[in-house]
């Protein structure tokens, strides 16, 4: 037996590894989510940033961020559809790096917009009457909602089209890279703002736009870059199904009683007929016609989405969006009248990033063991029980619900009785408590009562009530998330190629048409005593959006719904129903 020296087979066990560790760092997976990772990072960071600087320009007040919000909701909702077609109907490479350019150059140029008028805002004021500072403000939000619109691009290519690519037909590995994704979304939520937030503070608005300008600057140069390699490494990324006509579309979207049963998980992810992506000569059409094609491709897209077996899932993901129960703008300006400070804030914004990353650990889990409709069915179930504290929280002690208060009481004394805005009052004036916490006043960051007799200060509320709202909206993210990443998924194996783009695009817009009725419910009902309510009603949009995808899974596993197997992804024999491609 001939003798093999120790330190030559650990060299040659270092070398094997060292060769897989180079191998997956150069792979087109990891490629892609170092892309996914830059593009999220400077996205998070501006959608940070551009609310503060819009905040900081119009004198510390909301109206130009309500406004962008509303134009950034409104376009997506209108173009939604048409940016997805205009994803279908061009290569993968040149879709991806024009939506990359026009993103990050929109971003560039904001940012260079609001430096001129952070160092010449003076000046600005006084040109034309203001005239060219209300130009200034107009570019601004237009521009940043064409960079909206380019991310929205960027996002139905790379998220719902490259990655079902990328993975091929090995679902398990499409849904450990869906779950990638989100865990990078997750921790860029929070990382990206923190930083950025840190620069403006302890430098400027001014510095926090140049450095924006700057990060995206060379972003974009190696995003474009990691694209190239991405798309070189996977040459069937190359590959592209041609546009189908519409009488096909409608078989394709309908279920047909047909003798042919595809194999689970093949036939919708790689469509048979891929051929090399070649653009159709165009055929002579009139000006009415280009006209025309927008709305036609509106309506279109609407119709192809509605005739999706996969459509009651995709209203139900939709639905979540109507709520208050999330760490947005509102539950925090809620957080804040019941006494909540920025820092026990940021805590449990951290918590939910956790609980959030626990999602797409749990959905990975859930679907190895129960298959991926039924994964999304114990996430929604998870959610509501979650956020079941929520609606107990507003009949708990220290809720400010107060149901003799008409949550239009406000906005009728300002229209109708024009009553004067609410301004801060000053210390003389000591006026009653506005909130029936009774917590203290937190105008201008102060923690002095606004009554500073302590005989008539009120009693402090109990904090049962915020902490139980709290609680159910953390723990309700590790269902939520799992729930999405199963709609995600779904909406990625059941939607042909040629139609993922547009289909995709109009699920973007029902999504934001939901969140822009949250919006308006806030408007129409913004005193903290109608908060229960709004908790309430969101409650029961989250429950309805989970009874549709209760309904979809019904209709798709049938009696099997209830009975939780655990198949193996690549091997489901082909018995399953026509038109049922989702694991079971």
């Known amino acids: 037996m001939r003798w093999v020296c120790p330190d030559l087979l650990w060299h040659l066990f270092l070398i094997s590894h060292l060769g897989s560790v180079v191998a997956y760092f150069t792979s087109a997976k990891f490629l892609l989510y170092l892309g996914h990772a830059l593009s999220t990072w400077g996205d998070r960071m501006w959608h940070f940033a551009v609310s503060v600087f819009l905040v900081e320009l119009y004198g510390n007040s909301l109206l130009l961020t309500a406004v962008y919000g509303l134009v950034v909701a409104g376009s997506v909702l209108l173009l939604g559809a048409i940016i997805g077609d205009w994803v279908d109907k061009n290569s993968r490479l040149k879709v991806a790096q024009t939506s990359l350019v026009v993103q990050n150059a929109s971003v560039i140029l904001c940012g260079i917009i609001l430096m001129i008028v952070f160092l010449f805002k003076t000046q600005l004021l006084t040109l034309y009457h203001g005239w060219l500072l209300t130009v200034c403000y107009i570019l601004v939000i237009t521009i940043a909602n064409i960079a909206n619109l380019a991310s929205t691009a960027t996002a139905i ?26 865990r990078i979304d997750q921790l860029t939520n929070i990382l990206a703002p923190m930083a950025v937030g840190q620069i403006m503070t302890f430098g400027s608005p001014m510095i926090g736009c140049g450095f924006i300008s700057g990060w995206n600057l060379m972003s974009m140069c190696v995003e474009y870059l990691l694209l190239w390699k991405v798309y070189q490494k996977t040459p069937t990324l190359a590959l592209k199904s041609a546009k189908v006509e519409e009488s096909e579309l409608k078989q394709l979207n309908v279920k047909k009683e047909s003798d042919m049963k595809p194999a689970e998980g093949v036939q919708l992810i790689v469509e048979k007929d891929v051929t090399g992506f070649e653009p159709q000569q165009e055929k002579e059409v009139s000006c009415g016609a280009r006209i025309a094609e927008p709305f036609i491709t509106f309506r279109d897209g609407w119709v192809a989405y509605y005739n999706q077996p996969v459509f009651l899932a995709g209203m139900g993901l939709a639905f979540l969006y109507m709520t208050v129960l999330g760490f947005d703008c509102i539950t925090t300006g809620y957080a804040y009248t019941q006494g909540l400070s920025g820092s026990v804030l940021s805590l449990l914004m951290g918590a939910s990033a956790v609980t959030g990353i626990m999602g797409t650990v749990a959905f990975t889990w ?34 400010p619900l107060d149901l003799t208060v008409s949550p239009f009481a406000d906005i009728s004394a300002r229209l109708f009785e024009s009553e004067p805005l609410p301004t801060i009052a000053s210390p003389e004036d000591k006026p009653e408590m506005v909130f029936a916490t009774g917590m203290p006043s937190l105008l201008n960051g102060s923690t002095i009562p606004a009554n500073s007799d302590p005989e008539m200060s009120p009693e402090p509320v109990p904090l049962i009530s915020v902490s139980l709202l709290f609680a159910g909206v953390i723990a309700a993210r590790v269902g939520l998330w799992s ?38 419910m806030v408007i129409l009902a913004p005193n903290p005593e109608a908060f229960g309510l709004l908790v309430l009603i969101s409650v029961s949009f989250v429950a309805m959006g989970h009874i549709m995808y209760f309904r979809f899974a019904q209709k798709s596993l049938g009696k099997q719904l209830f009975v939780c197997c655990t198949p193996d992804p690549k091997t489901v024999s082909d018995s399953s129903p026509p038109g049922n491609t989702s694991t079971v």
């Open 483 to 520: 729930f999405d990443l199963t709609v995600t998924q779904l909406l990625q194996e059941n939607v042909v190629e040629s139609e993922r783009g547009i289909i995709n695009g109009v699920q973007n817009s029902m999504n934001y048409l939901l969140d822009l009725l949250h919006f308006i």
């Open 157 to 182: 290519t790379i998220q719902r089209d490259w990655i079902v690519v990328v993975a091929g037909e090995d679902r398990s590995k499409l849904a450990d890279m869906n779950a990638t994704v989100r």
């Open 366 to 399: 859930l679907r190895r063991k129960c298959g991926l409709i039924r994964t999304g069915l114990i996430s929604g179930v998870a959610q509501f029980a979650c956020l079941v504290l929520c609606a107990i929280s507003v009949f708990m002690p220290g809720s």
